[in-house]
């Protein structure tokens, strides 16, 4: 682990980010259409054990990799495995997704890829700042 001054610590602002809502999103988009092909109805997202399968079929599987441009060519990252993980609504109803960090294994709504890294971790992970406001 790098050790930064408190100036000198990577800016959030500068990192690449995956937000929780749209990974699953795109997802789960998949898991309708392979369940609705295997079972002949749609999978009823308010009930655990098809959101369980959900979480089953995506711990199990589902990886991200970095594509960035440096100098002109495409460099790609190794496939970072993507944990997630489901906490109950404050509501009452429904569920709340959250990104399970693999270094801290704290939950996390964004995963984040400073420009000096190509692991997905939390803000936290990484030692990210926000850019403060300047006077």
């Known amino acids: 682990m790098f050790r930064y001054y408190f100036d000198q610590r990577p800016i959030v602002e500068n990192a690449q980010m995956v937000?929780?809502?749209t990974f699953v999103r795109d997802h789960l988009r998949?898991?309708?259409k392979v369940y609705t092909e295997y079972f002949?109805?749609?999978?009823?997202?308010?009930?655990?054990?098809?959101?369980?399968l959900f979480l089953d079929c995506v711990n199990g599987r589902?990886?991200?990799?970095?594509?960035?441009?440096?100098?002109?060519?495409?460099?790609?990252?190794e496939p970072n495995p993507i944990k997630l993980m489901i906490t109950n609504s404050n509501l009452g109803k429904g569920f709340v997704f959250w990104f399970v960090c693999n270094n801290c294994c704290r939950?996390?709504?964004?995963?984040?890829?400073?420009?000096?890294s190509t692991t997905f971790l939390c803000r936290i992970c990484h030692m990210l700042r926000y850019q403060g406001k300047r006077k």
Do not use: M
């Open 19 to 21: 937000r929780v809502s």
């Open 30 to 32: 998949q898991f309708k």
């Open 40 to 52: 002949g109805n749609p999978p009823d997202l308010s009930n655990s054990n098809h959101i369980s």
């Open 62 to 77: 589902a990886k991200l990799s970095l594509s960035q441009t440096i100098n002109g060519t495409i460099e790609t990252s």
């Open 107 to 116: 939950k996390a709504r964004i995963l984040y890829v400073p420009p000096s």
